[in-house]
């Protein structure tokens, strides 16, 4: 009876619940990821807040009030500052980078021999294109031509010979040399950066050393310091009377410190490849390099693909250090324009680093978003 | 028997040569003595040749040249120096400056870091997507890019310094820095610095006894709460105790520069401050993929035990999420010491600016790049031991 009496039956209805609130439509999108605690309104409206002091101010500077067309400083300074602007007025100028745009892409490259550059740019563009895309076929021979063939011919056609006129790389400069300094650190520093990971994990003790010194030592230092040693230092250690063009010393060194930095991922990769791959490969009886060359590295190297495009970012952005060093790369151009007089006002250095970021930003975010596709289409699901 | 003789002998001699070139020992060997032959005629080459070149240039050799006169101004320096000091000197000017925009850029890039990092993690879509725009925008530009928008982009360009702009507590902002009180201590204020660290001291020893407390009894403690209250509060009550004994020397504008205060030079804040919002988009990613690293069990698995959600963050995700965040944290924090070398671009004396100037003057190039790599090496090495001692306290402890 007593074990009866605990039991519960229930005997009214219950009261009927609201229909449960949409779980699909703006106004729900809004009140789970704009509203949903105090805490979270409280957070949207700082940043709304933010938005609303931050960008109109933006829009105005980089589009409304910028100066768009003009001929020399007085478009882009105010009355005051003895140009043709109301007091007050600040916007982009423009008109600067308009004016020195052609100088921006190809530093002092002699006018009338600008087509070459600008033919180098196409073949690479051909060439780079199908090599991005995965579907295309005949990829060997693509990385030929871009690697190995395209180099050689762009270094004539750019410095000179076989019948055209010779152009000094003291006049190279601009987007141009940036471009030429990243492609051949990239193409350099790789290959160079896999030798290194191999030696480093090689099991004969002097190569090793002698990988794990270079290694450590060019990555505890800063690139300015490898770029100085460049070009004071090398020609301290050539024999007398040779000298060393001031990009290729340039070129050395942001390749021997881009490959350190490569031989680190290239060994991440390696470390993870499981040992029965290695021992997989010894029993069918290949050599170390077919070892290598066939079994390891293709896999060592898809698993650090990402590492591997953050390197080249990086690589890329520090072509700009080599304006440090008296060369004018994209960016070192663009500061020695604001020194000239024609174009001096308070607002032309912000809009040359603007435009010069905007073209470094564009480069880098590209490739960052190739690698996230390479990434998603490499990935054989073979990951645990 | 002699062809007997003949016909077994030859083979086993071209066996012997041959197993030589097969065994895998012997080879190694030889790549390996190759490898060290043509390291080693490479180096001696480098040097005959840098000998060589500095006898022709008549410069003499030897690190002599650091007791020499240094005959340059340095704009910001920590300790006492003027044109008459020694290179010597100067480099450890250089070194000092490099330390503290290094220390300085480091603290400020991992607040805004893990800042970011964990804003990208928000519930909140607006919060998580100016997060990302913040990364996203800092980490494709080049830093030197950064130094040089903010040096002669944005400060370069402020008013002069009879119109700064006024900012609280009598700071003053103009194209030449930023103008900011001086405190200046009265008599007996080493006792608050001593007071500081007694806090330390005795925060270290509450927080041990109130671990083995926990482990005998588990009653918990207010430890961080104890601590800060010991180690702020002790300087305070020694500061009243005093009697305050704290001026300020305010700037006061002049008709054309103001005098009085300190100032932080326009090379200071602009590197300081591209370092630190460089560096910070890079340690946000990195704090961001510690934190998603950490599985998703574990938070429903503190949540069954019910644990507050402070707890958990604090003793269940962090830790495991600080495992993952280390090593890479590590690399950024040299690489911001690194790139402090940046300096030379906008004329902030770091080492490299102070190195560069020795250079012009004395042409010691040899001795000025050794004395870079000892510096740069040392700074790395420090940092790396530090970073690793705390990883390995942090690490996963199995049996």
């Known amino acids: 009876m007593a ?11 219950l009261a009927p619940q609201p229909a449960p609130l949409g779980v699909s439509g703006a106004s729900h999108w809004f009140r789970t990821k704009l509203f949903a605690t105090p805490k979270d309104t409280v957070l949207t409206i700082l940043a709304l807040a933010l938005l609303a002091y931050l960008v109109p101010g933006m829009i105005n500077w980089l589009f409304i009030d910028a100066v768009w067309t003009g001929s020399d400083r007085t478009a882009c300074a105010t009355v005051i500052q003895g140009g043709v602007l109301p007091d007050g007025q600040s916007g982009a ?11 921006f892409m190809f530093g002092r490259y002699p006018l009338e021999e600008r087509w070459r550059p600008i033919l180098v740019a196409v073949l690479f563009v051909i060439l780079l294109v199908p090599m991005l895309i995965p579907k295309v076929p005949h990829k060997a021979w693509n990385a030929l031509a871009l690697f190995i063939i395209l180099p050689f011919i762009s270094f004539f056609l750019l410095i000179g010979g076989f019948g055209l006129p010779h152009v000094e790389t003291q006049l190279w400069g601009g987007l141009m040399v940036t471009l030429i300094l990243s492609f051949f650190g990239i193409t350099v520093s790789l290959p160079l950066g896999i030798l290194l990971a191999l030696g480093r994990r090689s099991q004969m003790p002097v190569i090793k050393t002698l990988c794990v010194i270079f ?4 990555r505890g230092i800063p690139l300015v310091t490898v770029l100085f040693m460049a070009s004071v230092m090398l020609p301290l250690f050539l024999p007398n009377g040779w000298t060393f063009d001031k990009l290729l010393r340039a070129l050395i060194g942001v390749s021997i410190f881009s490959a350190a930095y490569m031989a680190e991922v290239i060994r991440g990769g390696l ?19 077919q070892k290598m060359r066939l079994i390891i590295l293709p896999q060592a190297i898809k698993l650090v693909i990402p590492s591997i495009v953050n390197t080249f970012i990086g690589l890329f952005k520090d072509t700009s250090l080599v304006s440090i060093i008296g060369m004018f790369d994209l960016l070192g151009i663009v500061t020695l324009n604001q020194s000239d007089a024609n174009w001096s006002t308070p607002v032309t250095p912000i809009t040359g680093y603007v435009f010069a970021g905007f073209i470094f930003w564009l480069f880098c975010f590209g490739m960052s978003r190739y690698s996230a596709f390479m990434e998603r289409h490499l990935d054989t699901g073979h990951r645990h | 028997m002699a062809g007997m003789a003949l016909n077994s002998d030859t083979p086993t001699t071209s066996k012997k040569a041959s197993s030589l070139i097969y065994d895998p020992k012997a080879r190694g060997i030889f790549y390996q003595v190759l490898t060290l032959a043509v390291v080693v005629l490479f180096v001696w080459m480098v040097t005959q040749n840098t000998i060589d070149n500095l006898r ?16 340059f101004d340095i704009g910001q320096s920590l300790i006492a120096y003027s044109s008459d000091s020694t290179y010597g000197r100067a480099l450890l000017v250089g070194i000092l400056n490099t330390l503290q925009v290094a220390v300085l850029g480091i603290i400020t890039a991992s607040i805004i870091g893990f800042i970011v990092g964990i804003a990208r993690l928000s519930q909140n879509w607006l919060i998580a997507k100016l997060a990302q725009v913040y990364v996203e925008f800092f980490r494709n530009i080049p830093p030197l890019l950064v130094i040089l928008f903010w040096y002669k982009g944005v400060i370069a360009v402020l008013p002069q310094a009879r119109d700064s702009f006024n900012l609280p507590f009598q700071t003053y902002l103009n194209n030449r820095g930023l103008f900011v009180p001086k405190p200046i201590f009265g008599d007996g204020a080493w006792a608050i610095a001593v007071a500081f660290l007694i806090g330390i001291v005795a925060t270290v020893f509450v927080a041990r006894w109130a671990k083995q407390r926990q482990m005998r009894t588990g009653q918990p403690f207010h430890t961080v709460w104890t601590g800060l209250g010991l180690i702020l509060g002790l300087p305070i009550l020694t500061f009243l105790a005093l009697g305050a004994p704290l001026t300020f020397d305010y700037p006061i504008a002049g008709r054309f520069n103001l005098t009085g205060g300190s100032v932080l030079g326009p090379e200071f804040i602009s590197l300081y401050l591209a370092l630190s919002f460089y560096t ?5 990613e990195i704090v961001r993929s510690g934190i998603k690293a950490v599985p998703k069990g574990q938070t429903e698995a503190a949540n069954a035990l019910g644990l507050r959600s402070n707890a958990i963050t604090r003793l269940i995700v962090l830790p495991q999420a600080l495992r993952i965040i280390i090593p890479p944290l590590t690399s950024q924090y040299l690489n911001l010491t690194k790139n402090s070398s940046l300096a030379v671009a906008c004329g902030f004396a770091d080492i490299y600016a102070i190195g560069g100037t020795m250079l012009n003057q004395t042409g010691q190039a040899v001795e000025i790049v050794a004395l870079f790599l000892i510096i ?8 790396a031991i530090f970073m690793n001692w705390f990883n390995a306290k942090m690490a996963l402890v199995e049996r």
């Open chain 1, 3 to 13: 074990i009866n009496s605990s039991t519960f039956i229930r005997q009214d209805m």
């Open chain 1, 93 to 103: 100028c423009w008109a600067f980078v308009d004016a020195k745009f052609q100088q």
């Open chain 1, 215 to 218: 290694i450590e030592i060019i």
């Open chain 1, 271 to 289: 470390q993870a490849i499981p040992k029965g791959q290695f021992e997989g490969a010894d029993s069918l009886g290949l050599s170390y390099w």
């Open chain 2, 56 to 71: 022709r240039a008549n410069i003499a050799s030897g690190f002599g040249f650091i007791q020499g006169r240094a005959g």
């Open chain 2, 280 to 284: 910070a988009s890079f340690i946000a």
């Open chain 2, 376 to 383: 740069y090496l040392s700074i790395s090495i420090t940092t």
